[in-house]
């Protein structure tokens, strides 16, 4: 059975400050992994994802995650913040290769202060 | 929210009533799924469909029916509405082609509210 770790169900950040979102994830066969992002009143929307090959990915808004085995973690940074920027942010994990079923995280909530 | 639409978008109903959700597509794509979003939990996935009559639960199928007769529409039922089912239910799909990653396009979502 897969599942999904999402570390702090809401992080504040300043505006032009560092973001760091934490997954980790729980998987018996290599995963794919994901970022989804939801703005207020939408639905979900990929961010990056994860297959195989280079372990750090980038993604849409200048979002980038780095798969690391050996942790189980697959963290989502952005290295400047902007307001908006502030949304809610989803982890999810599928089985690699002939898998069609995601599992997602709790979600955490990014605030960026002014 | 291009290519899928979720009906109705709001809606307000009573314990113990019947209560059907629509996701229609118009992008051809193979799988469909049905999720509900709470607060703390995130997405739990309640059915999912892998073809036109193939479908399977989820991790809370409980109370809740689908079906799917075309590729384009795949339905959520509620036989008997609760108030543990008071939610926003997501509708996605995707097109899995081969190795590739399983990418969900979501629906703008129905939040739905029993009293």
């Known amino acids: 059975a897969q599942s999904v770790t999402q570390l702090g169900s809401h992080v504040s950040v300043s505006e032009g400050a560092l973001v760091l979102l934490r997954c980790n994830y729980s998987s018996s066969v290599p995963p794919y992994l994901f970022w989804y992002v939801q703005y207020p009143n939408q639905g979900l929307q990929l961010l990056l994802k994860y297959t195989t090959g280079a372990t750090l990915v980038k993604g849409i808004n200048g979002f980038e995650a780095e798969f690391k085995k050996s942790e189980t973690s697959f963290h989502l940074t952005k290295p400047s913040a902007h307001m908006s920027d502030a949304a809610e942010y989803f982890c999810?994990?599928?089985?690699?290769?002939?898998?069609?079923?995601?599992?997602f995280g709790a979600g955490t909530r990014l605030f960026v202060k002014a | 929210d291009a290519g899928i639409t979720q009906s109705p978008r709001h809606k307000v109903t009573e314990t113990g009533t019947p209560v059907t959700l629509r996701c229609h597509q118009t992008e051809n794509h193979r799988y469909m799924y049905w999720y509900r979003q709470d607060p703390g939990h995130g997405l739990r996935l309640i059915h999912y469909s892998y073809g036109v009559k193939d479908t399977d639960k989820g991790e809370v199928s409980d109370g809740y029916s689908v079906s799917r007769s075309k590729t384009e529409d795949f339905l959520l039922t509620l036989e008997s509405a609760t108030s543990s089912q008071t939610s926003v239910y997501f509708c996605?799909?995707?097109?899995?082609?081969?190795?590739?990653?399983?990418?969900?396009?979501f629906g703008a979502g129905s939040r739905l509210t029993v009293l």
């Open positions: 999810a994990v599928s089985e690699g290769q002939g898998g069609f079923k995601t599992i």
């Open positions: 996605a799909i995707s097109e899995k082609a081969g190795t590739g990653a399983n990418v969900l396009t």
